[in-house]
Each structure stands twice: as structure tokens, then as C-alpha cells.
């Protein structure tokens, strides 16, 4: 069973950064499109960027410019980089396998206030 485990959220002011982490237990990590997903209470789990195994990458229309993704492979890791935070971003960030669904992790909580 492969094991999601997010980290780097935290409480930063708006206009502020984070970058998060995530790293999947998984033997050939390279080879998988990784996505980065965030929920907010009562509304559904969404995609906002994903990256493939030869590192396109794909950023929601509305984030592109303050989001990015990457990928270090060596470390089967999945990083979303945050920029200009706004409090429109407060939600609980996961990442995960985009084509077939591992079981998700626990998330990581950003909270954007002042």
C-alpha cells in the first residue's frame, strides 16, 4: 500500500509563501503523473497542478503564476511552491497519483490570514 505523506502547511499572512512537500512510498515514482489537490469544508477535493514523469507540468488557470510544481525523483518527492498567498487558498493541500488514486494521505492545513 503506498503511503502519501504531506507537510509544509502552516499559517502564513496573505502575500506570503509556503512550499509543500509530499512524499509517496512507492517503487518507481519517476514513472507516475503526480498531482497536487486541495479542499476546502463542504466542497469537493480539487485538482490545481499535476506533473508528469518527464516533468510538464500543469498549473489551474486561476493559480498560474503564484503555484508551482516540481518533482525530485531521488527523493520521490512532489513539491507545490505558493507565492502571493491569498486567503482564497486556506484549504487542506494533498497530493496524489492523477490517473489512478493511491489511498490519500492525511494533507497538509494552510491557512491564509492576517
Known amino acids: 500500500q503506498v503511503q502519501l505523506v504531506e507537510s509544509g502547511g502552516g499559517l502564513v499572512q496573505p502575500g506570503g509563501s509556503l512550499r509543500l512537500s509530499c512524499t509517496a512510498s512507492?517503487?518507481?515514482?519517476?514513472?507516475?503523473?503526480m498531482g497536487w489537490y486541495r479542499q476546502t469544508p463542504g466542497k469537493a477535493r480539487v485538482l490545481i497542478a499535476s506533473?508528469?514523469?518527464?516533468?510538464?507540468?500543469s498549473v489551474e488557470d486561476s493559480l498560474k503564476g503564484r503555484f508551482s510544481i516540481s518533482r525530485d525523483n531521488a527523493k520521490n518527492t512532489v513539491y507545490l511552491e505558493m507565492n502571493n498567498l491569498e486567503p482564497e487558498d486556506t484549504a487542506v493541500y494533498y497530493c496524489?497519483?492523477?490517473?489512478?488514486?493511491?489511498?490519500w494521505g492525511q494533507g497538509t492545513q494552510v491557512t491564509v490570514s492576517s
Open positions: 506533473i508528469t514523469d518527464d516533468y510538464y507540468t
Open positions: 512507492v517503487n518507481f515514482f519517476h514513472t507516475h503523473i
Open positions: 496524489n497519483n492523477k490517473i489512478k488514486f493511491w489511498t
